[in-house]
């Protein structure tokens, strides 16, 4: 299940995209519509098909369109998305490992404006998936990550035409958390 939101200068301060009273939209809502400014949305799922159909059609839908992608998940999902959208396409994606990256979750706004300085030059449309969070986390981790998600809603520009996916598992151990 999606949940929704674009960018404001009050969202940010409010919370993660992810925290409850957002928009929801199908799945299948994100191959038609247009983005040319930044729009972060969660995405809930639960076990391996329920992610690669919310996952796989976003990023070869972007693909298809000329988009940057910018992929960041934990290895066994990384492969799994990887595998999932095809070898041509996934030729056209930056595959990162959200273990490596997120291990200090403070690397990870810097990594996705990184992604929108060098991609997204003219206002050309970008779209990236991230995991912040993910099943053995420690609670202090967890907690640190939902900071940097909603802090990623300010250091993003408005402006910036990024749509990021942001997963969360429900995973039972993180529920209680996230």
């Not at 003219?122 to 993910?134: I, K, M, T, Y």
Request: with cysteine; proline share 7%.
């Amino acid at each position: 299940m999606l949940a929704s939101h674009r960018h404001t200068a009050s969202f940010g301060r409010e919370g993660a995209a992810w925290v409850g009273g957002l928009p929801r939209l199908s799945a299948s809502a994100h191959a038609s519509q247009p983005h040319t400014s930044y729009r972060h949305e969660a995405f809930h799922y639960a076990g391996e098909d329920a992610f690669l159909r919310g996952t796989v059609p976003f990023v070869q839908d972007g693909v298809a369109a000329g988009q940057p992608v910018m992929v960041a998940l934990v290895p066994d999902r990384l492969e799994l998305l990887r595998k999932a959208v095809g070898e041509r396409c996934a030729e056209r994606v930056h595959w990162v490992d959200m273990a490596d990256l997120g291990g200090n979750p403070a690397r990870i706004i810097p990594a996705w404006r990184e992604f929108v300085a060098e991609s997204g030059a003219g206002g050309r449309p970008l779209r990236g998936v991230g995991e912040p969070v993910w099943a053995g986390r420690r609670p202090a981790e967890v907690n640190e990550c939902q900071l940097h998600e909603a802090l990623l809603n300010d250091a993003i520009p408005a402006s910036a035409p990024l749509w990021l996916l942001s997963n969360h598992c429900g995973h039972p151990g993180l529920m209680g958390q996230a």
